[in-house]
Nanobody, 125 residues
Framework: QLYLEESGGGLVQPGGSLRLSCAASGHTSSSYTMGWFRQGPGRERKFVAAVSWSGRATFYADSLKGRFTISRDNAKNTVYLQMSSLNPDDTAVYYC??????????????????WGQGTQVTVSS
């Protein structure tokens, strides 16, 4: 199995930046796509970003492209989400997920096989 653990969430002021990390353990030698999703209070879980195993292909929700950057360091078994120009609408629990099947539907949470427990991000003054 693959185990995922997010970290780096917390309280940040509007306009600020925050960097989330997701550490993977288990059979980390497998090639997998990593995605970030978020879920606000009373909302559905939504796609944020995804990165291929090589790190050379990245994908973003249209509304977030330009503010969020996803990257990964396979030597550290870690994926990152750099968030900037944060606003209160970004407040949510952020989850990382791994897709071991190489699906092209990277924005569909049902395509992902393993999930972390989530980390809370709150944007408020």
């Amino acid at each position: 199995q693959l185990y995922l653990e997010e970290s780096g969430g917390g309280l940040v002021q509007p306009g600020g930046s925050l960097r989330l990390s997701c550490a993977a353990s288990g059979h980390t030698s497998s090639s997998y796509t990593m995605g970030w999703f978020r879920q606000g209070p009373g909302r559905e879980r939504k796609f944020v970003a995804a990165v291929s195993w090589s790190g050379r292909a990245t994908f973003y929700a249209d509304s977030l492209k330009g503010r969020f950057t996803i990257s990964r360091d396979n030597a550290k078994n870690t994926v990152y989400l750099q968030m900037s120009s944060l606003n209160p609408d970004d407040t949510a629990v952020y989850y990382c997920a791994a897709d071991l099947n190489g699906s092209s539907w990277y924005d569909n949470p049902h395509e992902y096989d393993y999930w972390g427990q989530g980390t809370q991000v709150t944007v408020s003054s």
